[in-house]
């Protein structure tokens, strides 16, 4: 774990202190973001609308984030993290430590693409068109979205999964030829390429692989787990309601873009 910090907001309330956990997820969640990015501003604000006191931890693991920090109670909570959809029994199976969690209402919902070569003639249009790829996404990430039960690509065997460690590995590997295709959230893959300075020879495909939602979560053992929910889910109402919430989202975004368009 590296570069840990802590801040905390005080409200007199007879409301206990949910303590909330984050690591770097740009342009969502950073150390070095203002307001600590998208989705921490959201939620602060949410709490603040329903006076709550919270902390807000950087930890930037988020394995032992699901693993540890938060099944363990370390910590309350922590976002933004997907909802797998774990009514189904093979995403269960699949992601057995994510479906030990409870989920609050969307904070954000994020479009999850595919990028490829720019000397590829790939095109994606139906979901067959992938099958027979290699396809990378990092070790621990999602990839319920890739073996939904109308596509399967993964258990039937219709991809090779690769997953480096890491997004930047995975354009690496895309560059290299060890890999077809990568595919992260829009926002995290554009960085990624701007970081390795490869925007110009890797392009976005136009037609998203899913789109995802954007979440708190909480553990199921957690004893006041239904109550830091609804209190959350109360506060990010009255934002949604106020236009708010809106507002904010397209701030970071605008931010995001200015700040990748400079490098």
């Given at each position: ?35 600590k990015g998208m989705t921490s501003q959201i939620v602060a604000e949410a709490l603040d ?165 954007m979440h708190m979560l909480i553990h199921r053992s957690h004893p006041q787990a239904t ?37």
């Amino acid at each position: 774990m590296d570069d840990e910090f802590t801040q905390q907001k005080n409200i007199e309330s007879s409301q206990d202190t949910i303590s909330i956990l984050i690591g770097h997820y740009s342009p969502f969640t950073g150390r070095d973001l203002l307001y600590k990015g998208m989705t921490s501003q959201i939620v602060a604000e949410a709490l603040d609308a329903i006076n709550q006191s919270y902390t807000v931890t950087y930890i930037n693991d988020f394995p032992a984030h699901l693993n540890v920090l938060l099944k363990n109670r370390h910590f309350d909570t922590g976002h933004p993290w997907f909802n797998l959809g774990c009514s189904d029994i093979k995403v269960k199976e699949a992601n057995p430590i994510r479906c030990e969690y409870r989920f609050s209402k969307p904070i954000f919902k994020t479009l999850v693409m595919f990028w490829k070569r720019v000397d590829d003639p790939f095109d994606f249009q139906t979901d067959s068109d992938v099958h027979g790829k290699r396809v990378c996404r990092p070790e621990g990430w999602f990839t319920h979205d890739l073996d939904s039960p109308e596509r399967r690509w993964i258990r039937d065997g219709h991809i090779t999964l690769v997953q480096p460690p890491n997004l930047s590995e995975c354009f690496k590997l895309l560059m290299g030829g060890q890999v077809d295709l990568v595919t992260d959230q829009e926002f995290g893959g554009q960085e990624a390429l701007h970081q390795l300075g490869i925007q110009d020879q890797v392009e976005i495909l136009s037609r998203p692989v899913s789109d995802e939602a954007m979440h708190m979560l909480i553990h199921r053992s957690h004893p006041q787990a239904t109550r830091y929910l609804l209190r959350l889910n109360q506060g990010l109402k009255i934002l949604q309601e106020s236009g708010r919430s809106e507002r904010i989202k397209a701030w970071h975004i605008d931010r995001f873009w200015h700040e990748l368009e400079k490098k």
